[in-house]
């Protein structure tokens, strides 16, 4: 039963969106319909109540209440930023119900019919942002998708509020297809973490893409917090990292090492030489004699 006794409705909307976020469904959702009823936080609630329907794979409901308030998404891009980022955070917590539904004899009738429902409402509408977000994550959780829909999911792929996680399932499924989205650093530099599940080649073109970015000092974080994790730095996120260094008057213990490892493998540089006087003159924990005899003797 809903409880009405809170004096602050405030503290409800925001004691429902725990209840959303612990997986506590069932909860939220009366929750959410109770400040519905009530004109607190409604838009936000709305929200809340989609993705609640959403995670217990109810999609004909939550497409019936997407439909009834689809005015606070036309023209209101703070909401529709809303639903993604909850949307896909959230279902990639739940997709084992997802996969129990999908998978069981009788419970796949009735999913077939869901997503059905949900497909029949992107044709209709194809701005209807509650069933792209539910075509993209069948297809990222399950690898099945409606026919005719991967343009659609390479596009939301680009979204920049989706879920890290979320982000790189589709990105994973839709790079069956078209191997040259791996290699994208737009996509990459949208990833606001380095998630530890990647794998060791698409981390580096994560690191690579934010140091083409303008924060260096988050860059170099990422660096070290990846190196500690044991990943095997690719020449070129070293590279780019000396130079981003030497650009930045930022040169430091890590700089040296990456040119130390760079020249062992034949790099010879003006940037690299640089790191090496500078460690010559400032780093004195670094031998780099024979490197800097090496650089001098082909002029660099």
């Not at 329907?53 to 005015?71: F, G, I, M, V, W």
């Not at 829909?149 to 078209?178: C, G, H, P, S």
């Amino acid at each position: 039963m809903v409880r009405k006794d809170f004096k602050d409705l405030k503290l409800y909307f925001s004691n429902s969106m725990i209840s959303l976020k612990e997986g506590d469904y069932e909860h939220a959702i009366k929750s959410f319909s109770h400040l519905i009823d009530q004109g607190i936080e409604p838009q936000k609630s709305v929200i809340g109540l989609i993705t609640a329907y959403s995670c217990l794979t109810r999609y004909p409901a939550a497409l019936k209440l997407y439909e009834k308030n689809k005015d606070i998404f036309i023209g209101n891009p703070s909401n529709r930023n809303m639903l993604v980022e909850t949307m896909t955070a959230l279902l990639m917590k739940e997709t084992s119900l997802l996969k129990k539904n999908a998978r069981g004899s009788l419970s796949t009738v009735f999913m077939a019919k869901r997503m059905k429902a949900v497909h029949e409402a992107y044709l209709t509408d194809e701005d209807n942002l509650l069933a792209i977000i539910l075509i993209c994550y069948w297809y990222a959780v399950l690898g099945a998708r409606p026919y005719e829909t991967e343009q659609m999911m390479k596009d939301f792929l680009r979204n920049e509020y989706v879920y890290d996680e979320f982000r790189w399932k589709l990105l994973e499924k839709l790079a069956i297809t078209d191997k040259e989205l791996m290699d994208d650093i737009t996509i990459a530099g949208m990833f606001r973490r380095i998630p530890r599940y990647l794998d060791h080649s698409y981390i580096n073109l994560l690191l690579f893409s934010h140091l083409l970015g303008d924060d260096f000092a988050s860059a170099r974080e990422k660096i070290e917090v990846q190196r500690m994790n044991g990943v095997e730095l690719s020449d070129d996120v070293m590279w780019n990292y000396i130079n981003s260094s030497v650009e930045n008057n930022d040169i430091d213990d890590l700089s040296v090492n990456f040119a130390k490892r760079l020249f062992a493998k034949g790099w010879m540089d003006p940037v690299i030489g640089q790191v090496f006087r500078y460690a010559k003159n400032n780093l004195n924990i670094y031998n780099v004699t024979n490197e800097t005899k090496a650089l001098d003797l082909f002029g660099i």
